[in-house]
């Protein structure tokens, strides 16, 4: 693909071929040794030269000159690489001219298997998808103080998280602070209309449905929210002695990957019918009315599913989509409830556990119990967003394995 040019290679430097003018958009080819050769639009690589006047290290940001009056036209005049430092030279059309180091060039290679690799590794990891009756092998348990005190402890809970959807937290001391100290951990607590941490306790004349004994069907908390909290945490500090509070968690996605496959049209039903949410009413001075119109299913650009909305009585009674939509969803939605029940797990948490789980993605509940003078079933929950833990995790990870920035 490229010419060596004596002169050039006395200093390291080889000369290399235009990029490909039948390509495209215009592809530079950029050879590694050992490896496959590096592919890298021409118009990329423009936008992301590293000269001080294109780019500031301090804030490992672009300056946005070049955007001014962008010339989409900007095409390489030479390149050359110097093999021994790693460097690959351009001079382009519009008298600029860049180098790039290949560290950062290979963490960028446009070829599939590394677009892959980033994506999996180092964006988000991998979900991996699971039923009720595989719960077992989802199942790990974390313990408080190590969440505390080790970094690795913590990446590992995260990373858990963000794989399973899950993760159970044990040996909390049966405190007022133990979410916030577990928050401030990742980063920093999400606050709602409810406040910052939340009391699950049956009380007579109860502002939310959660906050009675009554049994409490698979939900995602908070659908009436454009931007719904991302983790719940939830603190057992007491358990009833009933034999009820049995807490039920199921995979949606699952769910709705299940669906996709044995109920296609159903499926489409879910991601396309918007439903409207919503949460009225008052917690303590505070007074709301948060309403949000979107699907139970919602898939991202790819297909993917990225987030549930569920909640029984937080679905409102207006329904904004034409009137024969309405009964396919009802259907769709019969087969969705039926299959998270069938495919949910129940365990009984006790005290000083404490529940985290990903709120896009499980729907969770529990049954219902029965409180006596002696034993008040008393549940803490908060919540915490899925960027601040991403964002965690990442920055714990560069810490052990330098990578992608
Ligand atoms: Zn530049």
């Known amino acids: 693909m490229f010419q060596a040019d004596r002169r050039d290679l006395a200093c390291h430097l080889i000369r290399l071929d235009s990029p490909k003018e039948l390509d495209h958009p215009r592809v530079v080819q950029v050879p590694d040794p050992d490896r496959q050769d590096m592919q890298f639009p021409d118009i990329w690589l423009r936008d992301n030269c590293r000269c001080k006047e294109c780019y500031l290290p301090q804030t490992l940001s672009r300056l946005p000159q070049l955007w001014n009056n962008l010339d989409t036209s900007v095409r390489v005049l030479r390149q050359s690489v110097d093999v021994e430092q790693q460097v690959l030279y351009i001079e382009w059309s519009d008298g600029h001219a860049s180098q790039y ?3 950062w060039l290979r963490e960028r290679d446009f070829s599939a298997a590394n677009r892959q690799r980033y994506l999996s590794e180092f964006y988000r990891p991998e979900q991996k998808l699971w039923s009720g009756q595989n719960f077992e092998e989802v199942r790990r348990v974390f313990y408080f103080q190590e969440l505390i005190t080790s970094d690795s402890a913590l990446l590992q809970w995260l990373q858990h998280l963000a794989v399973y959807g899950v993760a159970l937290v ?42 009675l004994a009554a049994p ?29 509070g049995v807490n039920l968690l199921a995979d949606a996605f699952y769910v709705a990957e299940m669906m996709r496959e044995r109920h296609p049209n159903q499926f489409r039903a ?17 007074q709301f009315h948060n309403i949000w119109q979107a699907p139970v299913i919602n898939l991202d650009a790819e297909g993917r599913c990225v987030r549930i909305n569920h909640s029984i009585p937080q679905r409102d009674s207006h329904f904004s989509v034409p009137m024969e939509q309405v009964r396919p969803w009802y259907e769709a939605m019969a ?25 896009l993605r499980l729907v969770h509940g529990r049954t219902g119990y029965d409180d006596t003078d002696r034993n008040v079933r008393h549940i803490l929950g908060a919540f915490v967003d899925w960027d601040i833990v991403y964002s965690r995790l990442r920055v714990l990870r560069n810490a052990t394995a330098p990578g992608a920035p």
């Open 270 to 286: 879910l991601c396309q019918t918007p439903v409207d949410w919503a949460d009225i009413g008052s917690d303590g001075d505070l």
């Open 101 to 103: 180091p290949y560290n």
């Open 335 to 359: 087969t969705f409830v039926g299959l998270a029940q069938e495919h949910s797990c129940r365990f009984k948490t006790t005290p000083g556990d404490v529940l985290t789980f990903d709120n």
């Open 170 to 211: 044990k040996e909390a001391p049966l405190e007022m602070d133990v979410l916030r100290r577990l928050s401030n951990r990742v980063g920093f607590m999400r606050r709602t209309t409810y406040g910052e941490e939340f009391s699950v306790r049956a009380q007579p004349g109860a502002s939310n449905y959660a906050y």
């Open 216 to 244: 409490l069907p698979l939900h995602t908390d908070m659908p009436y929210f454009e931007y719904l909290p991302g983790v719940t945490l939830l603190h057992t500090l007491e358990q009833s002695a009933s034999p009820g």
